[in-house]
């Protein structure tokens, strides 16, 4: 017999990796953009771009098969939903520890 997760929460446990691991990696990036001399710009800019990178695989898986496109929108979800709120709520985390 064959059991499956609901939807809410595979996308929710994709969402929450996708929040601790943008999350984490932007405010490290900011540190090191600070002590490096680089733009904060460019940080940003970079992993707005990475973030799009982590969800090209399922954008691929969905619009390349039917039977699994189910599946792949909602990992796309939830990879969307945990990149979105990383990359807006690091930079305020960055600046309160002093790097933006």
Partial sequence: M??????????????????VLFG??????????????????????????AAVVFCVPELVGLFGSFPVSHQALVVLEGKAAGCALA???????SHRLGYE
């Fill in 24 to 49: 984490v990696l932007r405010v490290i990036g900011a540190a090191v953009a600070v002590q490096r001399g680089w733009r904060i710009s460019i940080v940003t800019r970079s992993f707005i771009g």
């Fill in 87 to 93: 990359l807006f709520c690091a930079p305020i985390v």
């Fill in 2 to 19: 064959f059991h499956s997760l609901p939807d809410e929460y595979v996308r929710a446990q994709i969402a929450a990796g996708a929040l």
